[in-house]
């Protein structure tokens, strides 16, 4: 595998279900991303972890809870969601987070929230 | 506040025929500027990034070009595989935070 790795590629749940996205990046960085993108509106940062911290939560509802066990995986654990968190959700990895390195995208997962 | 607005929203063009995409900024203190490919259902492929205004670079039929207010993505001579979105983006705070602009989906039709 190379670059980042996303899983699963598409996934449907119902608002009482529990489910998670699991990110890989294979680039050796340090810093990942996730991004929300629904129809109709820009890619939105959701939450930025740095050497496994996690720097950054823009505003995101706890409802969403993401989990960097080290610097190569990210998990973003989804629990009583609603239809309009359906979007697709992008991982994205950058060598050390510093301002103005460029971010490496994953393939994204679909999600459909029923 | 930071902010990025592209423009036209949609573009189509017959293959072969040169146009240019904009994207508007304003931010306090220029840390970066990109510009990402997305085809459908797929994520954003890294194009270019620019750092200063008069910064220009080039790939194949795509090249940026940066000002302190704008920055413009020019293809030239267009074929149907260019067609995608184009996303603009903007470093924005701290953390490398990125925040993006609506894109341009732009058509190249043979």
């Known amino acids: 595998e190379t670059g980042v790795t996303q899983t699963p590629r598409h996934l449907v749940m119902g608002m009482t279900n529990k489910k998670s996205l699991k990110c890989e990046q294979h680039?050796?960085?340090?810093?990942m991303y996730w991004y929300k993108q629904s129809a109709k509106k820009p890619l939105e940062l959701m939450f930025v972890?740095?050497?496994?911290?996690?720097?950054e939560n823009n505003s995101v509802p706890s409802r969403f809870s993401p989990e960097c066990p080290n610097s190569s995986h990210l998990f973003l654990h989804l629990h009583t969601l609603q239809p309009e968190d359906s979007a697709l959700y992008l991982c994205a990895s950058s060598q050390g987070g510093g301002e103005g390195e460029t971010q490496y995208f994953g393939p994204g997962t679909r999600l459909l929230v029923l | 506040e930071d902010q990025v607005t592209q423009s036209p929203e949609a573009l189509r063009l017959q293959e072969g025929e040169s146009s240019s995409l904009n994207c508007s900024y304003t931010?306090?203190?220029?840390?970066?500027l990109f510009w990402y490919r997305q085809d459908p259902g797929k994520g954003p492929e890294f194009l270019f990034t620019?750092?200063?205004a008069g910064e220009e670079k080039e790939k194949e039929r795509l090249k940026a070009t940066l000002t302190k207010k704008e920055s413009f993505l020019h293809i030239t001579a267009p074929k149907p595989e260019d067609s995608a979105t184009y996303l603009c983006?903007?470093?924005?705070?701290?953390?490398?935070?990125?925040?993006f602009g609506a894109g341009t989906r732009l058509a190249v039709h043979p």
């Open positions: 972890y740095s050497l496994e911290e996690r720097v």
């Open positions: 680039l050796g960085h340090n810093a």
């Open positions: 983006a903007l470093v924005s705070g701290g953390y490398n935070k990125l925040i």
């Open positions: 620019l750092y200063s």
């Open positions: 931010v306090s203190g220029l840390r970066g």
